[in-house]
């Protein structure tokens, strides 16, 4: 197995900018696992599937062709010869992806494909499990947080950025929602791995958080 470096953390905590920035700086693979939870949300979504159908889950989720591709400093995701980078960040799929999430067997899948990623690739793993299931014996694990009115800011800055007209509102509302389905769920819920360090993002700038996660990564 490669190198494998955690961050998890809820939406708006930061991880994902942290994360691209950190797997440039080490030349490692940024994993994004949301985006893979994203991904089986749209051909959910696409394919009229009902979530009890955990015979038709399991089928897209065992045949599903993710593919991850930089392109400057960005990072496009493909289904197969498909560019999804944007079909995915919609709110529809934000609370899709996190309804699916809750299920076994999409989770188990999952954990088995991510693992098989980290087999032949040093990584910067990002998502909700990656320091407490998929990768325990990481070497360093981070756990990013921040206060719910800072996530929620983010998100709608992030959102007004690409055009999109929502309110601050019903960014909370999602937000708040997902925030519980994915703490509260039984199965590889959002919390810090015993041995994480805690990052609070809140006052922070994305390069004081990078240069704090670079100073643990030289100890360790
Ligand atoms: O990080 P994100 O917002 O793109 O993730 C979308 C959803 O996917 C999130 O609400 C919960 C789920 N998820 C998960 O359960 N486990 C992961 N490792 C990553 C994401």
Redesign the pocket.
């Known amino acids: 197995m490669g190198d494998v470096i955690t961050i998890d953390g809820p939406?708006g905590s930061g991880k994902?900018t942290v994360a691209k920035i950190l797997a440039k700086r080490l030349g490692y693979t940024y994993l994004?696992?949301?985006?893979m939870?994203?991904a089986v949300a749209l051909l959910v979504k696409e394919n009229r599937i009902d979530l009890e159908d955990r015979y038709s889950l399991k089928r897209i989720c065992e045949s599903i062709k993710i593919r991850f591709m930089q392109q400057g400093n960005e990072q496009k995701v493909f289904l197969g010869e498909r560019d999804i980078s944007e079909d995915i960040r919609t709110s529809e799929i934000?609370l899709l992806?996190?309804d699916i999430?809750l299920i076994k067997e999409v989770?188990e899948i999952m954990t088995a494909l991510q693992r098989r990623i980290a087999e032949n690739a040093n990584l910067v793993a990002?998502?909700?499990?990656?320091g407490t299931v998929?990768f325990p014996d990481a070497r360093i694990k981070f756990f990013l947080t921040a206060t719910f009115e800072t996530r929620a800011m983010r998100r709608y800055v992030e959102r007004k950025d690409k055009g999109d007209n929502i309110s601050i509102e019903k960014i909370k509302k999602e937000l708040a929602k997902?925030d519980t389905?994915?703490q509260s769920r039984s199965l590889?819920p959002l919390k810090p791995a015993k041995d994480a360090i805690v990052i609070d993002t809140t006052d922070m700038d994305i390069e004081k958080v990078i240069d704090e996660m670079i100073f643990h990564i030289e100890k360790s």
């Open positions: 939406a994902s994004d696992t949301g985006a939870y994203r934000d992806s996190s999430s989770r990002e998502g909700r499990d990656m998929v997902r389905q994915d590889a």
